[in-house]
């Protein structure tokens, strides 16, 4: 998955009420065409969303999880993402429609739509939605105050904006990629969480919405937030690189406080395979583990980097002699910061993550809850993941377009 996405782009706008209806009243009753009703702090905004894959659509769906009313144009055929749309959570809260874009009628069935929103995003390479007739300025020339989310791996301009990519290239050549790992091993690839959906996916919200306050303010107008996934990640950095300027950080991997490099922040394996995280950067959390894990007399190796390895090896064997389970129960519930390292298919079942929901189970699939929390307008699960096409009749009627058209429906 990634931010070039080639071939997958979607356009948002927002409405500015010129033909006197935009049917939210009626639409705040049933948000989701299935009569959920649900609320959030981004009820009442429209976002259309350019079907594609990666971190455009889990973009929309953070909005969507906020109360956004999320139409995704799915295209004839469906999109790239190899797995069952109906487990795709991605696409969760949201409604889907079926166009075809590159069809006479595709671009206009948009541009309607477009007409009534706030907010459209797309991720295809520079210059594609332009061709097809759905580029910012088309959207713009129907909705002036629409915000219009671009979000691609390498940019909108740029040697390398029309090259494709996936994530692990664009925090490759950040520096992101390069700082994580051990320093006698190559660079350990974290998912495709840290470029795709830290330096994209939550950038592009970021610079949505404040395009979209902007939009709002008396005088404001739309414009174009041109998200690219180098940037984000590259800004996800500034602390290192301060760091790095003062002399507090090195170069190189495995060689610093927060890298590994330091034998109180990192992790260590346990009797039975599993591993601890310890954090245990401050004096006082030091102390605390130190004495948990039966080493107190090393507490003064924190201070004296030549005893690092000493205190290393020391460390390891501690955890070494007893399972997971067995110190998880021993440091739970202490400001010694040490956690246990659990699988995705655990973590749901960890007891404080269970006490605050931060999972859920929902349409048969556990997936983490919305967050962040808010205490006036929470967000709700409101909808299973969308189904190409299968909205069109409700969104034809509460966006009031009744020239859309797709297959499937929900009338």
């Excluded at 004839?76 to 797995?83: D, E, R």
């Excluded at 949201?94 to 739509?113: A, E, I, T, Y």
Aim: charged fraction near 20%; include cysteine.
């Amino acid at each position: 998955m990634a931010g070039t996405g080639a071939g997958h782009e979607h356009g948002h706008d927002e409405h500015d009420g010129r033909d006197g209806h935009d049917g939210r009243d009626a639409y705040d009753d049933h948000r989701d065409g299935r009569g959920h009703g649900a609320r959030g702090p981004l009820s009442g905004v429209r976002v259309v969303e350019l079907a594609g894959i990666g971190p455009g659509p889990f973009a929309a769906m953070l909005l969507a999880d906020l109360g956004a009313d999320v139409v995704r144009v799915d295209r004839p055929g469906g999109a790239g993402l190899a797995v069952d749309p109906a487990y795709d959570v991605t696409n969760r809260n949201k409604r889907s429609v079926l166009v075809d874009l590159k069809s006479p009628q595709g671009p206009g069935q948009v541009l309607d739509l477009v007409e009534r929103a706030d907010v459209l995003i797309e991720g295809m390479r520079p210059g594609v939605a332009e061709r097809l007739g759905v580029g910012p300025a088309d959207c713009h020339a129907r909705n002036p105050r629409l915000v219009y989310g671009r979000m691609t791996g390498w940019g909108q301009d740029g040697p390398l904006a029309h090259t494709a990519g996936h994530d692990i290239a664009y925090i490759a050549v950040t520096g992101a990629l390069g700082m994580i790992g051990t320093p006698d091993g190559p660079p350990a690839v974290p998912a495709n969480l840290l470029g795709d959906y830290a330096g994209g996916s939550l950038y592009l919200v970021i610079g949505i919405l404040a395009a979209l306050q902007h939009a709002r303010t008396p005088g404001g107008t739309g414009q174009v937030v041109d998200a690219a996934i180098v940037d984000g990640t590259a800004h996800l950095t500034a602390m290192i690189h301060g760091m790095m300027a003062a002399g507090g950080w090195q170069d190189r991997r495995g060689a610093n406080l927060l890298d590994g490099g330091c034998p109180f922040y990192g992790t260590y394996e346990t009797a039975d395979g599993g591993h601890m995280a310890v954090g245990a950067l401050e004096q006082q959390f030091y102390d605390r583990f130190t004495e948990l894990l039966g080493l107190g007399g090393l507490s003064s190796a924190r201070r004296d980097p030549a005893r690092w390895g000493e205190l290393r090896e020391a460390v390891a064997a501690r955890f070494k002699s007893r399972t997971r389970e067995e110190w998880t129960a021993v440091f739970e519930g202490t400001d010694a910061c040490v956690a246990p390292v659990l699988s995705l298919r655990e973590a749901p079942h960890h007891p404080h993550l269970a006490a605050r929901g931060t999972f859920t189970d929902f349409g048969g699939i556990t997936q983490p809850a919305p967050a962040p929390r808010f205490s006036a307008t929470p967000a709700v699960m409101a909808g299973r993941p969308a189904q190409p096409g299968a909205d069109s009749a409700s969104v034809a009627r509460d966006w009031d377009v009744p020239g859309l058209t797709g297959k499937g429906g929900d009338a």
